[in-house]
């Protein structure tokens, strides 16, 4: 699609700092897409693909969506779900995957149900009292803006709430995960939710999309005799179908197929056993599913 003269540039909020910084921009940058080389630019046009960047804070952003300023943003999800704001996910981005998890100190035998009455420390107070609204428990919350961590040591609450990666700053403050996730979380796009879908959001989400693939397929070749080619197909079904054509060599066929980039080690073990030769492994550089 051409950028017209006559449509508004689409307007794309994305996180100025923090976690999903650094990987939203690059991911926008491998969709084609132009993005700021000096990170004290707030705002950068790419004219040629009809898209305004707005770089934000990214708990800032469902908020700019949600009130229509902005067209479509990336944020996380406990991010948006935590603003209540009045915008949805349109994607899941592969990036930025976190759990948001209860702790308390080690050895204490907390629950959900045992937090009623008691004190909790988060920076997610939207999403935490939704959580505990859904299971009737009436605590309250304590809202900090970050190392919510010390809030226990520190005696200003008795459990905390909040954003888990590889769970080591729990560990150092003495804590324990208690209770089910309250949530899964992973960089999304989102847009405003009842709204018409913005011009150029669908070559947006495709472009993002075909990031994904690119990053989580590899291109399988390999040659085989070709009264084999069917286990082998079924070994490699690809995203659609295998391409199978036929080889100088009598009797035998070359089979092109896309296959997920984890697993394809074993894949091509397989194949090998099968009797398939030649099998080559390429990066896609970009695609369009
Ligand atoms: N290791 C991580 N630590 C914290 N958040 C992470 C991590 N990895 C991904 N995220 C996600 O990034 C978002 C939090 O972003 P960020 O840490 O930038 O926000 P913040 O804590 O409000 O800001 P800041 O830490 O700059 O004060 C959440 O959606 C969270 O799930
Ligand atoms: O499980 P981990 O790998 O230890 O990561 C999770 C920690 O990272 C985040 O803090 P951040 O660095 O954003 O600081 P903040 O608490 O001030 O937001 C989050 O709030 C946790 O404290
Ligand atoms: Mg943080």
Redesign the pocket.
Known sequence: MEPSPDRPLLRVAVPNK??LSDAAIQMLREAGYRQRGDNKELILADDANGVEFYYLRPRDIAVYVGEGTLDVGITGRDMLLDSRAAADETAALGFGGTRFRFAAPAGQDWSVERLAGSRIAT?YPGLVGSYLADRGVDARLIKLD????SAIRLGVADAVA?????????RRAGLELFGEPILESEAILIARRGEVPPAGLDQLARRLDGVLVARNWVMMDYDIAAELADRAAALTPGFESPTVSPLAREGWVAVRAMVRREGSQLIMDQLYALGARAILVTDIAACRI
């Open positions: 923090g976690s920076s970050g190392a919510v961590e909040d954003v888990v990666e590889t769970g080591t700053t729990l």
